[in-house]
């Protein structure tokens, strides 16, 4: 049961490529989320889906796109990278909402845009 | 909307000694309350929660933490902290989006 898992761990790109960073769960939950940590700022959640189908904007949303490719896998795509994209970025899970909203946390993507 | 304050950015304790970490929270309804825990270079670890009932809550790892309405907090305590207890710790809220709050980095003297 490995929990959350999340790659690439490490990922340098210059201004204007693209990537995809890749999350997976094995928990079987229905919520899946991707925030952004930029430090003194705590984590800010940039998409999320509450269930299997359904996709919705959090509070930073900008440059960013996902995927819910099922109910193990939420990919986030960076289009066009900027330097203001660097940060380190989590994907996290959860059962659903209300009582059951303990998220679980992957290890992270340390991303950096030259 | 909701939100929440640490409003201690950076705190240093002796190993041994006693740890009150703060949070408030602005919460339209009845909060779902959070801490976490995140050692360097790794992701968020749960140390406890409060959906209702008893308002003082205990964790992982020998924590606590109590829920004050009147006050809107949620303050995290340990009695005797651990070395190991080095981290940055962060409050949040929320019932289906968590809010995080900007996380107080402890430091835990020998």
């Known amino acids: 049961n490995a929990g959350v898992t999340q790659t690439p761990k490490f990922q340098v790109l210059k201004t204007g490529q693209s990537m995809t960073l890749q999350c997976a769960q094995d928990?079987?939950?229905?919520?899946m989320y991707w925030y952004r940590q930029d430090p003194g700022m705590g984590l800010r959640l940039i998409y999320y889906s509450a269930s299997e189908g359904t996709t919705d904007k959090g509070e930073v949303p900008n440059g960013y796109n996902v995927s819910r490719l099922n109910k193990r896998e939420f990919s986030l795509r960076l289009e066009s990278a900027a330097p203001s994209q660097t940060s380190v970025y989590f994907c996290a899970s959860s059962r659903t909402g209300g009582v059951y909203n303990e998220q679980f946390f992957g290890p992270g993507t340390r991303l950096t845009v030259l | 909307a909701q939100s929440v304050t640490q409003p201690d950015i950076h705190i240093t304790v002796s190993e041994g000694a006693s740890l009150e970490l703060r949070c408030n929270y602005s919460y339209g309804a009845t909060p779902y309350l959070f801490w976490y825990v995140q050692s360097p270079g790794q992701g968020l670890q749960l140390l406890l929660k409060?959906?209702?009932?008893?308002?003082l809550v205990q964790g992982i790892k020998g924590f606590e933490a109590e829920f004050k309405r009147s006050q809107s907090s949620f303050n995290l305590r340990k009695p005797s902290v651990h070395w190991s207890d080095a981290a940055e710790y962060f409050c949040?809220?929320?019932?289906?989006?968590?809010?995080f709050g900007s996380g107080t980095q402890l430091t835990v003297l020998p």
């Open positions: 928990m079987n939950h229905n919520s």
């Open positions: 949040a809220v929320g019932a289906g989006q968590l809010t």
């Open positions: 409060y959906f209702s009932g008893d308002t």
